[in-house]
């Protein structure tokens, strides 16, 4: 079987990285040193300049992603872009803090196996009659990932997709191309399910925080979790119910010659036993959190209570290393519910990329680079606001489908600023558009981490992906589309 390694080895990954490291710096000195090409003063400039750099470097991977984010931090304030203060705050900022609280209460579900225990209750509640299955892997994939990455989410799901289709192949369920139609569509409503769960909450997806952030940097406007998921909820429930229907009655539509055994996920749930004492107090803190920061809002302002979702979020990772864990290590040794080892595979690199895009907005708003975009933008208002939206849209979808989505937002959502306000519509539409299109990119193994995972199994095929991604980014855009247009403007309108 060709691994993923071998394939990314034959790409010209490196020949693209060479001209990355040459473009960045080169893109930089064209637009920082003649000013003609702009007409902006220094300050803008220089921002303007550093964002170049700083993407192309992004977009080839010329550096490590995290690596490349921490660019900003030196070189606007060496240019004259904006202060080394300004420059550097936005790497402390409240959104990267609630990122690291969430990824901390992920490690210790994954720690403590919550998370098989969460999938294979749910599969056994929805059941294994029919097309059911791919349904309880859907919801299971999708509810983890609104809570875990959806890398992380992939890469738990998998195995549980690979056992199933095992099962269903020792007991002949399936003949052989029924057999190879479930093992395809399985694979997919893994990975595609993955992307779409984390569209309903700011920790579900890189580019929902980054949303948040940028409101609160250039509009001082507070989004909460309880706001983002009024607003995104509806969208990712209706846009997993056509994925179900699209990929078990179209796409790999089959009748099932024998109905699959429905002790599969009773026979997982007791080979994991009863609950530990650990995984109940993990699940008590993650109940905890996700309560608060659906609650929060609406506490009465007289109480006085000054909670944000960071501190929330603050609060809940703590509480892990706080309460004691009742088994030990491979030390022999008690500690919390997560050690400080266990930090070690939180990625820092994602909070490091929150960091640079923060800073580059902070640029933006101090240099006032923002009205310039929206200048040279404001002439696409003479458009009907829904073909900007569709079109819109569309780009980032399939911009998506060859750059990291957190790449994506970070250059993009900045620039959507000056769009909206050149174009004289609510800010928060085009921003909530670039966040939501980024993360739907379903038609190619190097669009995202689910992708990757799914396809390094021998039952996938390019084609497979190819086709039925391609489907997969039309009804997302087109849903998506509906949603900015229509329940944006009553449920997460910036008022600006």
Known sequence: METIEARTERSPLLSRRRVGLVLGPALFAVFYFVPAITGLEDAPRAVLAVTLWVAAWWITEALPIPATSLLPLFLLPLTGGTDEETAAMAYANPIVFMYMGGFTIALAIQKWNLHKRIAMSIIRMVGTKGNRLMLGVILATAGLSMWISNAATALMMLPIGLALIEEVKEKRFFDEEGLKKFAKGLLLAIAYAASIGGLATLIGSVPNAVFAAQASLHFDITVSFAQWFVFAAPLTVILLVLLYFYLSK?????????EISPDFAQ??????????????????IFGFVGAMWMTIGFLPEEWGIPLTDTTVSMIGATAMFLLRARQTDEDGRRGGILV??????????????????????AAFDDSDLTPWFGEILGGLDVLPYVIIVVVLGAIVLFMTE?????????MLIPVSVGLALGMGVDPFAIMALVALTSSCAFMLPISTPPNA???????????????????????????IS???????????ASGV
């Open 250 to 258: 179209v796409q790999f539509r089959l009748v099932a010659q024998a």
């Open 267 to 284: 026979e997982q749930l007791r080979e994991l036993g009863p609950m530990s004492y650990e995984e109940k107090m993990v699940l008590t």
């Open 482 to 492: 509906v949603f900015i247009l229509v329940w944006q403007p009553v449920v997460l």
């Open 340 to 361: 400080w080892k266990d930090m070690q595979a939180l990625p820092w690199g994602i909070l490091l990329l929150f960091g640079g895009g923060l800073s580059l907005a």
């Open 402 to 410: 060859v750059m990291s989505n957190t790449a994506v937002s970070n």
């Open 453 to 479: 995972a799914v396809f390094s199994s021998e039952y996938l095929e390019m084609d497979d992906m190819v086709k039925a991604g391609f489907w997969m980014n039309i009804i997302a855009l087109s849903l």
